[in-house]
């Protein structure tokens, strides 16, 4: 790689990074380009976490802080990412004797000598220049110009600030809403709907896509196989599309419990690695639609008979209670109208989208 003359030898950058934003990608992009070496060290103190939100003390965990530095650098080689362990130190502002003991043990572990340090907090000028009288401190964007937002206000308000978060982050702080339901109660449809409302991402309903595109729309064809196949995907492209989502929120189309209700209903016996999946995904809010709507024939649909409907039904709702639904985050819409649906699950998705559980 041709190397550029840069201004330091060794850069250093200190931070907790809860979460990892566009403020501090600026500051690591800036001494990364005056630097030969940059080492971010990520600061985790278990005694602060706990004062947080439910919801952030579930996201903000150390190996998902370190995940997201390394996931969004790991293409820039001289930028080095470790971490400090400070919980069982005094907090801020009385420890920075304590922090600077910690921060100088990892430094000569590695070994690592910084010329210089660079943050973008004026209040922790004096004590760096106090406990680091030998690396020179460069303020970065102190007034928050180049990008105005602090890790704090995001924390306070995700959605608000939800632009400031590298899709590493929004993928795992992302509300997850999922549309569930028997045969034609309009699932695909409601999910779309919600994503346009929201203008965020959706996954879809990857069986249909499966049947389509690998069985030439024969379901028939559905083996145990497949529907294991068809959960795997669909969570895969789950992921992918968390990434992607925008306003703090993502819809999907069906779940692993539902590919699992398909499977019963069609091959007879419920399948163990569906089964697995089933209980252990987790969504922020799972929207059930109830079957008082018309059915509608689509060309793959099978349970279109009275008699079949029920038998459906019937499984679902003994699934449903086996699956534990009744200890999710599950509200159930039995609207008569596909508009009153629509303004049902909007009215919910809001209410989803301010908890900070």
């Given at each position: 790689?041709?190397?550029?003359?840069?201004?330091?030898k060794k850069?250093?950058?200190?931070g907790?990074?809860a979460?990892l934003n566009?403020?501090?990608i600026?500051?690591?992009?800036?001494a990364s380009?005056?630097c030969?070496e940059?080492?971010?060290?990520l600061?985790?103190?278990?005694?602060?976490?706990?004062?947080?939100?439910?919801?952030?003390?579930?996201?903000?965990?150390?190996?998902n802080?370190l995940?997201?530095l390394k996931?969004?650098?790991?293409?820039?080689?001289h930028?080095?990412?470790?971490f400090?362990?400070e919980?069982a130190?005094?907090?801020y502002?009385?420890?920075?004797q304590?922090?600077s003991?910690?921060?100088?043990?990892?430094?000569?572990h590695?070994?690592?000598s910084p010329?210089v340090?660079?943050?973008?907090?004026?209040?922790?000028?004096k004590?760096?220049?106090?406990?680091?009288?030998?690396?020179k401190h460069?303020?970065?964007?102190?007034d928050?110009?180049?990008?105005?937002?602090?890790?704090n206000?995001?924390?306070?308000?995700?959605?608000?600030?939800w632009r400031?978060?590298?899709?590493?982050?929004?993928?795992?702080?992302?509300?997850?809403v999922?549309i569930i339901?028997?045969?034609?109660?309009g699932?695909?449809?409601l999910?779309?709907?919600?994503?346009?409302?929201?203008?965020t991402?959706w996954?879809?309903e990857?069986?249909?896509?499966?049947c389509?595109?690998?069985?030439?729309?024969?379901?028939?064809?559905?083996?145990s196989?497949?529907?294991?196949?068809?959960?795997?995907?669909?969570?895969?492209?789950?992921?992918?599309a968390a990434?992607n989502?925008n306003?703090?929120?993502?819809?999907?189309d069906?779940?692993?419990?539902i590919?699992?209700?398909?499977?019963c209903?069609h091959?007879?016996?419920?399948?163990p690695?569906l089964?697995?999946?089933a209980?252990?995904?987790?969504?922020?809010l799972?929207?059930?639609?109830e079957?008082n709507?018309?059915?509608?024939s689509?060309g793959?649909?099978k349970?279109g008979?009275?008699?079949?409907?029920?038998?459906a039904?019937?499984?679902?709702?003994?699934?449903?209670?086996k699956?534990?639904?009744?200890?999710?985050p599950?509200?159930r819409i039995?609207?008569?109208?596909?508009?009153e649906?629509?303004e049902k699950a909007?009215?919910?998705v809001?209410?989803?989208?301010?908890s900070?559980?």
């Open positions: 790689m041709k190397q550029y003359p840069t201004q330091f850069g250093l950058i200190i907790k990074f979460p566009l403020g501090h600026n500051l690591i992009n800036y380009t005056l030969e940059v080492l971010v060290i600061s985790y103190d278990e005694k602060w976490l706990k004062t947080l939100s439910a919801r952030d003390q579930r996201v903000l965990t150390l190996k802080r995940r997201w996931q969004v650098y790991q293409d820039i080689s930028i080095k990412i470790i400090i362990d919980t130190i005094s907090s502002p009385e420890g920075w304590a922090f003991v910690l921060i100088r043990n990892a430094l000569e590695l070994p690592y010329d340090l660079f943050s973008s907090e004026l209040a922790h000028d004590f760096y220049n106090e406990y680091f009288p030998e690396i460069i303020l970065v964007d102190v928050h110009t180049n990008v105005p937002i602090s890790a206000e995001i924390r306070q308000n995700l959605v608000e600030y400031y978060l590298p899709s590493v982050v929004r993928q795992d702080y992302v509300k997850r999922c339901g028997v045969e034609s109660t699932k695909t449809t999910t779309k709907y919600l994503a346009k409302q929201f203008n991402a996954v879809e990857y069986g249909r896509s499966y389509e595109n690998v069985l030439c729309g024969d379901e028939f064809l559905l083996t196989e497949d529907y294991v196949k068809i959960a795997a995907h669909r969570k895969c492209l789950e992921e992918t990434k989502a306003n703090g929120v993502l819809f999907c069906t779940n692993s419990f590919t699992q209700f398909y499977h209903l091959q007879g016996y419920e399948h690695v089964q697995s999946f209980l252990t995904e987790k969504y922020d799972i929207l059930i639609l079957p709507v018309p059915w509608v689509d793959l649909r349970c008979e009275e008699t079949q409907r029920q038998k039904i019937t499984l679902f709702q003994g699934m449903l209670a699956y534990l639904y009744d200890k999710k599950v509200m039995n609207a008569f109208t596909y508009r649906r629509l909007i009215s919910l809001r209410d989803t989208l301010k900070r559980d």
